[in-house]
């Protein structure tokens, strides 16, 4: 099957499409990538307006870069070599983030005839884009959907008490975010001792897991069909997060018993499953 896989290649993404790499080789690797952009003239307005405003944005974002550096350099740690992998067998494309739904990406997945694409840490695609496989484009979601959509979706549950939603989501691609049917779902063991680092590893580990039996099965019925919640959950944009949120967190978490299991791990495979299995 001819299989092309869209990702940002961090450590945890890198991990997965790794493993399913060495058991079912990938077609091709498309690596979108940030672009600066120059200073506009109203940007410069918005600091004029409200300075203090722009300096509390500015500040957030500092202290957003840092905690994702730190946050993938220890990922990347607890991980090991395969975090690193250089995929030394599959040149991968590098395209922009900020242009990722343009006419030159459509000709070249055009190009590539994909049977299936596979999304983890993607730009938001539109139709154009997603709709270019032969079967479905089927992203690796970081967090339980429908009920935890968007971004930080492994920080929210343990920030909301909800443990025995943290875990990884495989679905089809539509047209809203983390709203398609749900092929898989790898619900994490989660304990007193995780953090966000930690959870992510395990997450990683679970999706390097289910993902080869789910191509498997697109691949055994020529069908990508799932489970289509009947709540449209919580999206969580990434501006959402901030300081406050991560120093509460932090407060609480000192009041918890150590080594005391919280959350139990299962997985929930639909897809090849009749609806009425539901």
Sequence with gaps: MNVVAISTLTPQHRYVLAKLHEASPLRHLIQPVWTSQ???????????????????????SRYDSWRGVRHFQTVAKLLGPTADSKFSDLEPSIVSIREFNCAANVALLREL????????????????????????????????APAYRGENTLFWPLYHGDSNNVGVTIHRIDAGIDTGPVLAHGFIEVTSDDNEDTLTVKAAQVAARLLPGVLARIEETQTVEGFVAPEK????????????????????????????????????????KPASDF
């Design 38 to 60: 120059p200073t506009t003239w109203r940007q410069y307005a918005k600091v004029l307006r409200s300075p203090l405003g722009v300096i509390g944005r500015r500040l957030q």
């Design 113 to 144: 005839q994909p049977d299936v694409i596979i999304t983890s840490g993607c730009p938001i695609l539109k139709p154009e884009i997603f709709g270019l496989a032969r079967l479905a484009t089927i992203n690796i979601h970081w967090g339980i």
């Design 233 to 272: 959950g919580t999206l969580y944009l990434g501006r959402k997060r901030t300081w406050r949120h991560d120093l509460a967190y932090w407060w609480r978490r000192r009041s918890q018993q150590r080594n005391q299991q919280i959350a139990t791990a299962r997985d929930a495979i639909y897809i090849g």
